[in-house]
C-alpha cells in the first residue's frame, strides 16, 4: 500500500525504526509497502497507531486493507502455479507497465494457447493432465489484461531471436505463435523487440526476468525472476535497478520495433 510509505515518510521514521518498533522484520514492512504481501486489517491498524493517524482516514485505510485482502480470480488455481507465481498474477494485474526479455520461450502473455500448451507440458513433467489445462487457463486469462478497456496493460516485450527460432509444438504452433506476435504488435499498447543473433553477446544472457511499474508514482518497480521450482521478486531495490538497467542495455541492442515486425515477418514467410 503506497499510503503507507507516505505516512510512514510524513513521521520521519525510517523503516527499521517502525519494523522495531512494533516487532516484525524491515523486509516485512517493505513488502507490505510496495504491496508484494497484503497487510491484516489489524497490522494496518497498529502502522496507523505508529503514524499517529486517527478518525475517518485511519477508518478508510483500514477498509482497504480489508478489500485488498479480497483474493483474485487465480487463487483457486494456487495449486496449479509454482511457489510464488501466484503473487507474481496479482502484481501483474495490478501494474501498468511490464518489461519482459525472453531467451527461450514467447512471454506467457503473449501466447497462443496451442504454443502455452506445448511449452507447459515440456516444463511440467510430472503434471497431470487436468493440471496442465488448469495452467493453460490460468495463462490464457492473463491475457485479458491487455485488451482490459479500462487503461489495457501495457507490455514491453525483447526478445532474443532463440525465442523466434525454436519449434515449440512444432511447425504449425509456431508459425500460429508467429502470427499472434505479429498481430499484437500492431496494438497500441504493445511493444515486441527483436535481439537478433547477428548482434553477437548481450547483458541478458544471464537469463530472462521482468520488471513491473505500477500507476501509483508512489509504488516501486518490481523484478520477478522466474526459475525452474519457484519465482522470486528480488527485495532488494539495488537488484531492481540493476535490471532496469540492463533492460535499458537491451532495448539498445534490440532490432526497432518496425525492424522486428518485419524480422518475424521474414520468419513467417520462410514457413511457407
Known sequence: MAELTRLRDSSGLSRAQVAERIGITDSTL??????????????????LDVYGVHGAEREELIEMAKHARKRG???RHRQALKP????YIGLEAAASVVRTFQTSVVPGILQTEAYARAVIEQTAISSAPDMVDEK??????????????????????ILDEAVLRRQVGGPETMHEQLQRLIALAQHPNVTIRVVPF????????????????FP?????????????????VPEDPEEVRRYTLMFGSLLGR???????????RGLLSDDQ
Do not use: C
Request: aromatic share 8%; no cysteine.
Open 30 to 47: 517493505w513488502r507490505y509497502e510496495t504491496g508484494m504481501t497484503r497487510p491484516k486489517p489489524g497490522d494496518v491498524a497498529i502502522l
Open 136 to 157: 493453460v487457463l490460468v495463462r490464457m486469462s492473463r491475457q485479458e489484461l491487455i485488451t482490459r478497456e479500462d487503461a489495457p496493460l501495457q507490455v514491453v516485450a
Open 84 to 87: 510464488g507465481f501466484d503473487s
Open 73 to 75: 480470480w487465480w487463487h
Open 198 to 213: 547477428a548482434h553477437g553477446a548481450h547483458p541478458g544472457l544471464d537469463g530472462q526476468f521482468n520488471l513491473l511499474e
Open 254 to 264: 534490440a532490432l526497432k520495433a518496425n525492424e522486428s515486425l518485419s524480422f518475424m
Open 216 to 232: 501509483e508514482q508512489a509504488d516501486p518497480d518490481l523484478v520477478y525472476l522466474e526459475q525452474a521450482g519457484s519465482g522470486l
